[in-house]
């Protein structure tokens, strides 16, 4: 399966941005997706993840409360909605897919990845 994302661009610190992934198989059925960062000099972490059937849903602390993470199972399409974004934000985002159950936080235990979109948060 190939992930393509979408929706990065320059955002002013306060403003939301919103970020798109689509899957381009069409049997595509996922244990769960995610989103990704990386800023500069720091490795990849862990932003949002949703269990593609249930839809549970799981945040890290840094973005729980101003991110949202949401998926289209007909379109086969993930969605992340970040809001009252601030300059630490700032990364090239990647989104994510796996086909099982584990430790939603590991780089390692996702297999599928997009190439990645660039959010760029001013201060």
């Known amino acids: 399966v190939q992930l393509q994302a979408s929706g990065g661009g320059l955002v002013q610190t306060g403003e939301s941005a919103r970020l798109s992934c689509s899957a381009s198989?069409?049997?595509?059925?996922?244990?769960?997706m995610g989103w990704f960062r990386q800023s500069r000099g720091k490795e990849r972490e862990y932003v949002a993840g949703?269990?593609?059937?249930?839809?549970?849903?799981y945040y890290d602390d840094s973005v729980k409360g101003r991110f949202t993470i949401s998926k289209d199972n007909v379109e086969n399409m993930l969605y992340l909605e970040m809001n009252a974004v601030k300059p630490e934000d700032t990364g090239i985002y990647y989104c994510?897919?796996?086909?099982?159950?584990?430790?939603?936080?590991?780089?390692?235990?996702?297999?599928?990845w997009g190439q990645g979109t660039l959010v760029t948060v001013s201060s």
């Open positions: 198989q069409n049997t595509f059925n996922p244990y769960g």
């Open positions: 994510a897919a796996r086909l099982n159950n584990g430790n939603f936080r590991a780089v390692s235990e996702w297999p599928y």
């Open positions: 949703i269990w593609w059937r249930s839809g549970t849903v």
